[in-house]
């Protein structure tokens, strides 16, 4: 059973978003919306009870911050749930950098790059230093860059990732392989 809507729904419900049809959106999020909960849920497995980001105020978020760019040209499903897994992740690291945690520094712990990663109050320095390392990633290698973004923000399994990234599962593993090292590397400051 696929997780994603089917793709056809919601390019069309895009497509008239885009033109301007408000009520487009208004159909498009019930579609959605699970799976936005559940890529907010991946992210927040495990977190402290109480804490001040839950699942929902995450996807809420998200949302809201997708609702107002009417400015962008969105182009299919896959391009949504990119957009969608770039918010939450400056959801998250905007949350971690209001927790008065320090910027990276040279003498930063490694990141474990799995799905199993949580943003504790531990983890938000290492939140804040990937972010850092997939900025400069982005500019050199864009593809990989989204790819951490759709697999380590957003939980999407590797099928899931090469089918928004229109490419091969293959791909997406020698790239998901490469970008662990290049970011273990980065973060550790290059040793």
């Known amino acids: 059973m696929p997780l994603l809507p089917p793709a056809h729904q919601v ?4 497509v008239r978003w885009r033109e301007g049809d408000r009520r487009a959106l208004d159909e498009l999020m019930p579609l959605v919306y699970e799976e936005l909960r559940r890529l907010a849920a991946h992210y ?15 996807v809420n978020e998200a949302y809201l911050r997708l609702a107002a ?18 918010a939450m992740r400056r959801i998250l690291v905007d949350h971690a950098r209001r927790r008065g945690n320090q ?16 943003v504790s109050a531990e ?4 939140v804040v230093a990937l972010d850092d390392a997939l900025a400069r990633l982005a500019e050199i290698a864009p593809r990989k860059s989204q790819l951490v973004e759709l697999r380590f923000f957003g939980g999407l399994s590797i ?18 392989t490469f970008v662990k090292a290049w970011l273990r590397r980065e973060i550790a400051g290059g040793e």
């Open 11 to 14: 390019t069309q419900l895009l």
């Open 44 to 58: 927040m497995r495990g977190e402290r009870p109480g804490h001040t980001l839950q699942t929902s105020a995450l």
């Open 69 to 86: 760019h009417e400015e962008i040209q969105w182009q299919d499903r896959a391009h949504f749930f990119d957009v969608a897994a770039q």
């Open 103 to 118: 910027k990276r520094g040279g003498g930063a712990p490694r990141v474990a790059l799995d799905e199993a990663l949580i």
């Open 123 to 126: 983890r938000v320095a290492e």
């Open 159 to 176: 099928e899931e990732a090469a089918e928004v990234l229109g490419v091969s599962p293959g791909t997406v593993m020698r790239d998901w």
